[in-house]
């Protein structure tokens, strides 16, 4: 357990500081929310002017920088409690073809070893529950792994940081998080512009969880979770992929998505990310649940009713599939 400073009696603890990497990004910023609302100091790096304005706007520590400079991560992680790793980079298909690993990996490796030189205790590294093999369900943390395409990256940054036998580590392997951004946003607009297909029937059973049930559940790992444990993000229900894409169309008033052929959708979305749609992953949080963790939106439709009431339809104009995870 990461301990609190000592404080005044009557007075909110302030804890702290936890160094976020990636707190500019969709995971990244409702990790640094939540650890500001639960009385820590989130000391937030990212690179972008953007990221940067939204650390300091959720009452966090901006600190501008790229997780691949080791001097930039050294002195970032100076006096920290704890290191959280998002930070992560799909990569374009003109840029390096190694950032997006590099991102992951090597920014790994440098902030466990900023972590050591500045006795930072435990580093929480966040992955992706498609790192799971398609399978029936449950599947709980030391279910069957079939880590492809940006998982396989994910599952290497957990193998990486499994060695750090030395350090407190932490591994969180989040569902399909949705929020105002990401593949959730992708979706609404291919929904939108009728380019969004389903495989077959749909009947794979995802797992969700709402961004800010997401947020606070890194924030309990950080409190209450053990060294080398691993733990999943997801809410009580998984639901079949089909019938979630329906609910989504319905409630933004188009047409529901067609259906298409495995060939269809490979040519779509990509061989890999067509998989990982098709894949069934009815997920458990029991584990995360044990720690006092418990999602506010328990299945998707109360969490997406949420956050359409609460987002404007244009705020983002992403296109496209949705990313892996
Ligand atoms: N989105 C989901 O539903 C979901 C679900 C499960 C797992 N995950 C996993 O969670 C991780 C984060 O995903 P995300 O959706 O939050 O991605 P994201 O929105 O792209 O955020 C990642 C952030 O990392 C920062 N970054 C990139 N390169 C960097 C560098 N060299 N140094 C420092 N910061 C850098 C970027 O901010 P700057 O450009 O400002 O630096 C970016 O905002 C990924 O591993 C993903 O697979 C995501």
Redesign the pocket.
Known sequence: MVPAESTMAGERARRGPVLV?????????AIVQALVEGGWVARG????P???ASVERLGGEPVA?????AAVVRAAAAECQAIVH?????GDEHGDPE?PH???VE?CRNLADAARLASVPTLVV?????VYADQPGPIREESRVDPQG??R??YE?ELLARTFTDLDVRIV???????D????RSTLTALRDHSYRVIGSGSNAWSFVSLPD?GRAFRTVLEAGAPGNVYNVVDDEPRPWGEFAAYLADRIGCDRPASCSTAEAERIYGPVVARHLAAARATSSEKLQRLGWRPVFSNYRPGIDDLLARISPNSDPTRGPP???
């Open positions: 990497a990636g707190a500019g990004g969709f995971l990244g910023r790096l990212t690179r972008s953007d990221g940067l920088g790229d997780v691949l400079d998002v930070a992560a980079n799909p950032l590099r991102v992951r920014g966040g992955s992706g529950y498609w940006e998982s990256t994910n940054t392997r989040p569902g399909m998080v949705y929020g951004g990401s593949w959730l997401l990313a892996p995870r």
